[in-house]
Nanobody
């Protein structure tokens, strides 16, 4: 059974920084790509950043140059360093993992979400 547990969300002033973490726990699976999505009220969930097992990254245009995604494969952990945050970054941030297991093959898993609020 897989669990994705996010941490690091909270309230921050515009221009400040936050670091989100997501730890995957459990057994019987391997992790491929991981990523962070966000959903603001009234908006669809959007991909913020993703990272492959080899370290290749992808970002939505609105966060390029401000956010950085990284991962520690030994710890099954993915991070999102958020710098120069803006009020429009306010959203619930979700960790996402693409997994593989012998019984389920390739599948996707989501964390419960962590709230990030940026005050102006």
């Amino acid at each position: 059974q897989v669990q994705l547990v996010e941490s690091g969300g909270g309230l921050v002033q515009a221009g400040g920084s936050l670091r989100l973490s997501c730890v995957a726990s459990g057994s019987g699976f391997s992790i491929n790509a991981m990523g962070w999505y966000r959903q603001a009220p009234g908006n669809e969930r959007e991909l913020v950043a993703s990272i492959t097992i080899g370290g290749s990254t992808n970002y939505v245009d609105s966060v390029k140059g401000r956010f950085a995604i990284s991962r520690d494969n030994a710890k099954n952990t993915v991070y999102l360093q958020m710098n120069s945050v803006k009020p429009e970054d306010t959203a619930v941030y979700y960790c996402n993992a693409h997994l593989w297991s012998l019984y389920e093959g390739n599948y996707e898993y989501w964390g419960q979400g962590t709230q990030v609020t940026v005050s102006s």
